[in-house]
């Protein structure tokens, strides 16, 4: 045989058979006629068969596809004979649909067509880790070590896949090639939804080859556009905006941050989004930071002040006045709009203009806000107020992360959020770093200790270049702030603020914090004399989870302090990589550095384990601190009464009375053991019906597991009846699965009563700490006062040591789980500030290392 011609599959453009014999094939380049030999009656000389097989090898590359899509032309006559292309003729059969839509057979046509080696990574890769994520967009970069021809045919195998529905391609350079496949690709397919090609070096023309391609094809699915961080200037964004007026279904996202756009290729872009009407209930996502768009966007307003659905709007960086925004945001955007991004722009900076009534209104009626930047804008007092009071009148959203940083409020905008901050409800994570509040960040910290809501506040670069007598201030503020119990914080950002040894007070307060779960203290150059403090404090908390430290100028011997409380330490998980601290000595102490980093992660991979807590550290640790101050202040009291008791000549009932009282003073003081022995260690009912629970849990995994195997078994014997229908085959499949039914009781244990009961058990054990330190407290404070009255009762002037330790109100001497200082302790020549005693050395001491263990030495 000699072969005349030859072309590919995917050449084919038409097919025409008007004669059972004759029939043509056109391709790109150019119509083949043929003509079949023998009598047209017989059906093995018909080009039927010679079209039907040629069908059939296009279907079986292309399975979930329709061929009319394939070959756009087909003209069969007469009529009937149409059957061949028909999909009720050769209806897909999802047996033969390989993984990700066929994806590895529609590849290797497509390296036949392109000419280049099909490459088995390439399918191994898509068929089995994006199978197994379900990942449904291809990204490029999982392939840009191989050459750029070869990206031609991964793009182009997703022509006619039903599978992905998306391209990703970022931060990376494609072939000239590769971006003409892409647009092919976008020319011609229906389930292409979403295209990310970001950071590629694209210029406008580029764009108007993308819009052409978008009109041409006659069902366009794209829903999803990402071109950020490519430079296309408004000429491009007037090219995009002839599709986004036309795409019937309308666009979700729409991305275009950093892209050299102005405002006169934005306002045409925004008028395309205004025509298309189906963008108003579909475009969710939209970026436009980074642009220079300034003032005169009158038609993005309009577009935003239409009612819409936008979720995501972020406009961070484009020169806009930001009171001109507001009117349309309220008008059009209050009802769905959950993030808000308009940092590093500005307000009108002519004097006398007043922020318009929409700023206000606009916070005051938002209904989905969870996430608002306005941060580096310069705000006015003004605006500052008019937002903090909208939010503070908002009855509608919850959780709002509000992002005030690097605005330079100074005093002015200090006092602001002393007098408004605490009534803002509707926040949940704050961040007023490097706000130049200085001095005034004391009271600013007070006031946000009033609102319970606060769950996370940032603090970065908030002390940096404060002047050094402002700073025990604002430490002495920070650290009440965290021992309050009625303001439950759960992550404080203190990080790059150069403290030094100013921080060693609010690490020592750490001990007995029982809220803070995350903290970042990096940049604060601590050294290992903070890593010390720090090692204490972790003895004895048992709430932080997370904390950074790197920064700190601390060296191997801290971090392996750290490590030696983390042995005592059960709750702490996540302590990042120390990279700056550690990088100097993985040079001259290799093997010790390695050590101490591997044991610090196994101590908390230990700790992810789930390891249940004792019970009585918690009541110790509580007891301790009562003994260490608020119990040295009962002493002296009863002591004092006792002697002016003797001295007293009072009647016999006033006597035993106070007499009484001083016994409960007495026993006030064993109270917490005792209420440690109330609480019941062994044969917890908890514990027992975790345990009765897995026991339950195992019998109803083994139902569960009997009646998916008959499913299976119903499922493999309609499908294959004559393997899977023999009884004997059926019989030795029952036998040997039956072990397979049976979830071992171990693991069930280790699940429920080592890890989840283990959690379930620790936070019990923290209610009951909290339930006896409520009890004992109130006890205390009870006996602190009678006593108080009973003295000044007999007019008994305080003595001086008493006014030293005693705080100006009875209420002030509490445990640390009821106030917020958990004890008394002054320090000469100190500032006087109520702070926690936790048996940590004074920072202003040397400090002797702990001891290395033995894996170090």
């Not at 090898?57 to 292309?62: C, L, P, T, V």
């Not at 330490?569 to 100097?584: G, K």
């Amino acid at each position: 045989f000699q072969i005349e011609c030859h072309f590919h599959y995917l050449d084919i453009v038409g097919v025409e058979s008007k004669k059972s014999t004759h029939f043509s094939i056109v391709t790109s380049d150019r119509p083949y006629s043929f003509v079949t030999t023998g009598d047209a009656g017989n059906f093995s000389s018909n080009a039927d068969v010679i079209l039907t097989d040629l069908a059939s090898a296009i279907k079986q590359i292309f399975p979930t596809v329709p061929l009319k899509y394939i070959i756009r032309k087909i003209d069969i006559q007469p009529p009937e004979r149409e059957i061949i292309f028909s999909e009720e003729f050769r209806p897909s059969d999802p047996r033969n649909v390989g993984p990700c839509g066929g994806f590895s057979a529609q590849y290797a046509c497509m390296c036949d067509f392109h000419g280049v080696p099909y490459r088995e990574e390439v399918a191994w890769d898509v068929d089995t880790i994006y199978l197994s994520h379900d990942t449904r967009v291809l990204n490029l970069r999982d392939f840009d070590h191989l050459e750029p021809k070869d990206l031609m045919a991964i793009v182009s195998a997703l022509e006619y896949n039903t599978f992905f529905r998306g391209l990703k391609a970022a931060h990376m350079r494609l072939s000239h090639e590769t971006l003409e496949r892409i647009l092919h690709v976008l020319k011609r397919s229906m389930w292409l939804e979403e295209l990310h090609l970001e950071a590629l070096g694209l210029r406008w023309d580029f764009l108007n080859k993308l819009s052409i391609s978008v009109i041409t094809n006659s069902n366009p699915a794209i829903r999803t556009i990402d071109l950020s961080h490519n430079i296309i200037e408004d000429k491009g964004a007037i090219h995009l905006a002839g599709p986004i007026a036309k795409v019937s279904k309308g666009l979700c996202k729409l991305a275009l941050a950093h892209c050299g756009l102005t405002s006169k290729g934005v306002n045409q872009m925004s008028h395309s989004l205004t025509l298309n009407q189906s963008i108003a209930n579909s475009l969710t996502y939209l970026d436009l930071s980074g642009n220079s768009l300034k003032d005169d966007i009158t038609n993005l307003h309009n577009f935003l002040a239409q009612p819409n659905v936008l979720e995501h709007l972020d406009l961070a960086s484009t020169d806009i006045t930001l009171e001109n925004l507001f009117g349309a945001l309220l008008r059009g955007c209050a009802t769905h709009l959950a993030h808000l991004n308009v940092s590093h722009n500005s307000f009108s900076t002519k004097k006398g203009r007043e922020i318009p009534p929409s700023f206000k209104q606009f916070f005051t009626s938002t209904f989905s806000l969870k996430h608002l930047n306005i941060a580096g804008c310069k705000l006015p007092m003004e605006a500052l107020k008019n937002l903090l009071l909208g939010l503070a009148c908002n009855e509608s959203t919850a959780g709002l992360y509000l992002d005030l940083s690097s605005n330079t409020l100074g005093a002015q905008g200090a006092h602001v959020l002393e007098s408004c901050i605490h009534g803002v409800r509707v926040l949940q994570s704050l961040d007023i770093s490097d706000n130049n509040l200085d001095a005034e960040l004391a009271p600013v910290l007070t006031a946000i200790s009033k609102n319970p809501s606060i769950r996370t506040l940032h603090l970065t670069r908030s002390l940096t270049g404060m002047k050094p007598k402002h700073i025990p201030p604002v430490m002495d503020a920070l650290v009440n702030l965290i021992q309050k119990d009625d303001f439950p914080l759960a992550e404080l950002v203190l990080s790059e603020n150069k403290l030094k040894h100013d921080l060693h007070d609010f690490i020592n307060a750490l001990g007995s914090n029982q809220s803070l779960q995350k903290l970042d203290i990096s940049g604060n150059f601590m050294g290992d004399v903070g890593a010390r403090l720090l090692a204490k404090a972790l003895q004895i908390n048992n709430r932080l989870r997370t904390i950074y430290m790197d920064k700190n100028g601390v060296t191997l011997q801290g971090y392996a302090d750290i490590v030696y409380a983390l042995e005592h330490n059960h709750s702490m998980r996540t302590i990042p990589f120390p990279v700056f601290d550690i990088a100097p000595h993985l040079k001259s102490h290799p093997d010790k550095t390695d050590a101490v980093m591997r044991k610090m992660q196994e101590l908390l991979q230990r700790n992810c384990n789930g390891l249940k807590r004792a019970t009585g550290q918690g009541f110790r640790l509580q007891h301790g601190f009562l003994l260490s101050s608020t119990h040295q202040l009962v002493d002296k009291l009863v002591a004092e009464t006792q002697d002016t008791i003797s001295l007293a000549k009072g009647g016999s009932d006033s006597a035993s009375a106070v007499q009484r009282l001083i016994t409960d003073a007495e026993n006030c003081k064993q109270l917490m053991p005792k209420l440690q022995e109330a609480v019941r260690n062994d044969s917890h009912p908890i514990e027992m019906k975790l345990t009765r629970v897995a026991s339950e849990l195992g019998y109803t995994i083994k139902s569960y597991l009997e009646e998916t195997l008959e499913t299976m078994m119903r499922t493999g014997i309609e499908q294959c009846p004559k393997t899977l229908g023999n009884q004997i085959v059926v019989q030795d499949l029952r036998k040997g699965l039956a072990e397979c039914l049976v979830v071992p009781e171990e693991f069930l244990q280790i699940c429920l009563l080592n890890n989840a009961g283990s959690e379930i058990m620790n936070k019990v054990g923290e209610i009951e700490q909290s339930l006896a330190a409520a009890i004992s407290d109130r006890a205390t404070d009870e006996v602190l006062e009678a006593l108080t009255r009973y003295r000044r009762g007999m007019g008994i002037a305080e003595s001086p040591s008493v006014l030293l330790d005693e705080p100006q109100t009875p209420d002030i001497v509490r445990s640390r789980s009821s106030h917020d200082a958990d004890g008394l302790i002054i320090r000469p020549g100190g500032r006087g500030s109520i702070l926690p005693k936790l048996g940590l050395e004074s920072p202003t001491v040397s400090v002797e290392n702990l001891s290395l263990p033995n894996w170090m030495q």
